[in-house]
C-alpha cells in the first residue's frame, strides 16, 4: 500500500471516528486534531520479524508524542507495508483540539494482499470506549479516562454496592 493511500484512509477514519464518537459524548469535539500512536502490546515476540521488530522499538520510542496527520502516516507505513489492523479512539479532547489515539498492531502486512479489499477503510477501525459506569441512551464525557477523582469515586460506589 501506498503511503498516500494510508494517509486517505486515516483521514476519512477520523472523520468517520469524531462525527461516530459525537453521538456518544457530551463534548463538542474540535475539528483539529493530533495523533499518538501505540503499539498494542510493548514486549517482544518469536513470531515477529526483522522490520515488525524495528516498527516496534519505533512504535515505543514515539510513545506519548503528538503527530501530525502526514507524520503518523509516515510513522506507520514501514516498506510499502501497514499494520495489520489499527483501532483509532478519541484519547483526549479540548476546544481546539482532539488527541486520537492509534492503537497498532505490531504485525505489517501489505493491505492490498489480505482479504481487506472490500473495506475501504482498512486498516482502521473507529473505536468508542465507553466509561464503566455508562448507561444505554446517556451520554459521557469523552475525557472520562482523565477524570481520576471521578474514576474513584464510581469505583468505590461500585464496590460498596456490590458488597452490600
Not at 13 to 33: D, G, P
Not at 51 to 69: D, V
Not at 129 to 134: A, Q
Request: one cysteine or more; glycine letters at 2%; charged letters at 25%.
Amino acid at each position: 500500500m501506498e503511503r498516500g493511500e494510508l494517509k486517505h484512509r486515516l483521514e476519512v477514519s477520523t472523520v468517520k471516528l469524531i462525527e461516530f464518537t459525537q453521538q456518544f459524548v457530551t463534548n463538542a469535539l474540535a475539528r483539529n486534531t493530533e495523533f499518538i500512536v501505540v503499539p498494542n502490546r510493548m514486549e517482544v515476540s518469536d513470531h515477529l520479524n526483522e522490520i515488525e521488530l524495528h516498527q516496534l522499538e519505533t512504535l515505543i520510542k514515539a510513545q506519548g508524542k503528538g503527530f501530525t496527520l502526514e507524520e503518523v502516516s509516515s510513522l506507520i507505513h514501514v516498506s510499502d507495508l501497514a499494520p495489520l489492523w489499527v483501532n483509532i479512539e478519541v484519547h483526549r479532547a479540548s476546544k481546539t483540539v482532539n488527541t486520537v489515539k492509534l492503537i497498532c498492531s505490531r504485525r505489517l502486512r501489505d493491505i492490498n494482499a489480505e482479504n481487506c479489499s472490500n473495506d475501504a477503510l482498512s486498516p482502521f477501525h473507529p473505536k468508542v470506549p465507553l466509561p464503566p459506569w455508562h448507561k444505554e441512551g446517556v451520554k459521557f464525557n469523552v475525557n472520562w479516562k482523565h477524570q481520576i477523582l471521578k474514576r474513584k469515586w464510581y469505583a468505590l460506589t461500585w464496590n460498596w454496592r456490590r458488597s452490600t
